[in-house]
Each structure stands twice: as structure tokens, then as C-alpha cells.
């Protein structure tokens, strides 16, 4: 099993430009997640979501928009990239079990993001 | 709001000591917590998950334990080795899909 995958792994935009990190999973996993991480910060949430067609807000989402078409992929959009934006994002994916066991989270290696 | 806080920020040991590494949380009501590994440029390796119902778990020379009531776990690791050298992160679990991260341990294994 491949895991979560996401590309790209490093991506420079100009400020203004929009792009979308992909991130697939092969687990058959319900949630999926998108954090971005940067320095003194932590992973912050960014967008989430608990089954194709459900997604909701985490923590930052301004300037993000996401959709989720199949289980297997959840991919995120940055409308216009702002030099804000600059960060590592991460994919998440996990069961959710629902029955009091929720299970571990998985991460993709991430996406190394500049916007200049 | 949930706030997870990790301290210390950065520790340096002699190899083949003991230590914790501590997470703090302001709501209990998490799901489940779990602990991870960064290398540094790379993604996050699970080590560890507790349920809310568990008080620790263990995995080779890694203990983790959970204090709901308190609002704490702590990483233990037993007879550290260079190899051990990396970011150590917590991160709790809320309703939903919500991870809630701490900033992070820094961990150096000196040989």
C-alpha cells in the first residue's frame, strides 16, 4: 500500500497564481485532512473531511477551498496564493471508527509551498 | 477553544538516558491522543495512539500515558539513542476529524 500520497513535494508560486495539492489515500479511509505546518506553530487544520461530499472548516481556511469527489482523493485549493501562504501542508487520512476506538491518523510526506 | 502545549521545546540528552517528554491539553474531551515522529524535513510517523478510555500504551521503548482529568500525557522513552533525535509531536483528537497539535520537543541523542 502506497498510504496518503501528496505532489506535488516542492511548489514555488507567484503571488496571485492558483494551484491545487493533490493528496490521495488507498486505505479506504472515511476522514481525510489537510493541516499546514509552520515554524513555532504546530500543524494548524486547515479543512477536513468525513466522507466524499462532506467538508467542513478547520482552523484556517481562508483562502483554501476543498471538495471530495471519491473516498480516495481530497484535494486542496489555493485560489490566490499569497506569500501567507508560504508553509509545508500535510494530508491526513484515517478510519473513523465510531464506536468510542477512534484509530490513528496517517500523514503524507508534504508539500513544501513559497509563494513569492 | 482546545489548546495542546508541549514542553519542553527542546531537550539534549547524553545517550542511553530516560526521559519524558510532556503534552498538556485544555479540554478533555478528546477522542483519543497520539504521538508522532519528524525527521527533520519529512512527514509525521505515528508512534503511539491512547484512546480516551486507555491510561498508556507501549511500544518497545516508548510508553505513552494519558491523564484526562489532569489534561496530560508524557512520551516516555527508555535508554535513548542518537537515532532517537527528532521532533516529537502530541496532537489530541476532538469530535469529528479535528487534531489538535502541540508545537513540538525537539530531541537530541548526543553519543
Known amino acids: 500500500n502506497a498510504g496518503v500520497t501528496q505532489t506535488p513535494k516542492f511548489q514555488v508560486l507567484k503571488t496571485g497564481q492558483s494551484m491545487t495539492l493533490q493528496c490521495a489515500q488507498d486505505?479506504?479511509?472515511?476522514?481525510m485532512s489537510w493541516y499546514r505546518q509552520d515554524p513555532g506553530m504546530g500543524l494548524r487544520l486547515i479543512h477536513y473531511s468525513v466522507g466524499a461530499g462532506i467538508t467542513d472548516q478547520g482552523e484556517v481556511p481562508n483562502g483554501y477551498n476543498v471538495s471530495r469527489s471519491t473516498t480516495e482523493d481530497f484535494p486542496l485549493r489555493l485560489l490566490s496564493a499569497a506569500p501567507s501562504q508560504t508553509s509545508v501542508y500535510f494530508c491526513?487520512?484515517?478510519w473513523g471508527a465510531g464506536d468510542g476506538k477512534e484509530t490513528e491518523a496517517f500523514f503524507g510526506q508534504g508539500t513544501r509551498l513559497t509563494v513569492v | 477553544k482546545q489548546e495542546v502545549t508541549q514542553i519542553p521545546a527542546a531537550l539534549s540528552v547524553p545517550e542511553g538516558e530516560n526521559l519524558v517528554l510532556n503534552c498538556s491539553f485544555t479540554?478533555?474531551?478528546?477522542?483519543?491522543l497520539q504521538w508522532f515522529r519528524q525527521d527533520p524535513g519529512k512527514g509525521l510517523t505515528s508512534l503511539l495512539l491512547i484512546q480516551s478510555s486507555q491510561r498508556e500504551q507501549t511500544s518497545g521503548r516508548l510508553n505513552a500515558s494519558l491523564d484526562k482529568s489532569s489534561g496530560r500525557s508524557t512520551l516516555y522513552i527508555a535508554a535513548s539513542q542518537p537515532g532517537d533525535s527528532a521532533t516529537y509531536l502530541c496532537?489530541?483528537?476532538?469530535?469529528?476529524?479535528?487534531?489538535?497539535f502541540g508545537s513540538g520537543t525537539k530531541l537530541n541523542v548526543k553519543p
Open positions: 479540554d478533555s474531551a478528546i477522542y483519543n
Open positions: 496532537a489530541a483528537l476532538y469530535n469529528f476529524n479535528k487534531f489538535y
Open positions: 491526513a487520512s484515517r
Open positions: 486505505m479506504n479511509h472515511e476522514y
